[in-house]
């Protein structure tokens, strides 16, 4: 049986049609690559990834999306050894100049051998210029006795709420690692 030209050009559009509508394969890594603790991270098609000076790293997302970042990292420190989750986030933020904050709530990340770690989530206010300022949910996790990880989430005002939802699955998504 012959197929016509206009048969095989409609088969061809089905095709890329059929082929687009697959799910986007993510990027998977472990970060900090080296280490007892780190996450292990499904990042999302489109989306790249920066370090920071101070050994964190930033989750871009796609440019059309980008009112809002997340970071992860790693707190190793002896001075915070025996304080409360709420002293960790506290010196975690206070680079970023959040002074206090607004709410707290539970929050859970599961390991790579399916164990939940419970953890806190602060929300409070990133200081901008002209009396403007970011939203952020830092999460802080305990690994140790001097040992937390840390994830946050930045928006902008205004951002979404199918934005920010986006930006809550590739949180939800993260999975501690531990050698």
């Known amino acids: 049986m012959r197929v016509g030209l206009g048969m095989r050009r409609f088969l061809l559009v089905l095709c890329l049609i059929a082929v687009s509508a697959l799910p986007a394969r993510a990027a998977e ?3 900090p690559q080296t280490g ?3 996450f292990l991270v499904d990042l999302p098609r489109g989306w790249h990834t920066k370090p920071d000076a101070k050994g964190g790293l930033l989750l871009i997302p796609p440019a059309d999306a980008q009112h809002a970042m997340l970071y992860l990292g790693i707190i190793v420190d002896d001075s915070l050894r025996g304080k409360p989750l709420e002293a960790v986030a506290a010196a975690a933020a206070k680079p970023s100049g959040v002074e206090s ?6 929050a859970r990340i599961t390991d790579a051998k399916g164990a ?5 989530a602060f929300y409070g206010k990133v200081p901008e210029k ?3 300022f970011r939203k952020a ?3 802080i996790f305990p690994l140790g006795d001097n040992t937390w990880a840390q994830t946050w989430i930045v928006t902008q005002p205004g ?8 930006f ?3 949180l939800s998504s993260l999975t501690l690692a531990g050698d």
Not at 101 to 106: R, V, Y
């Open 159 to 166: 951002m979404g709420y199918v934005e920010y939802n986006k």
């Open 101 to 106: 904050f607004d709410k707290q709530e539970p």
């Open 29 to 31: 890594f472990r970060f």
């Open 137 to 139: 949910k830092i999460v």
């Open 168 to 170: 809550e699955a590739v």
């Open 130 to 132: 002209k009396g403007r």
């Open 116 to 120: 939940v770690h419970r953890g806190t």
């Open 36 to 38: 007892k603790h780190a």
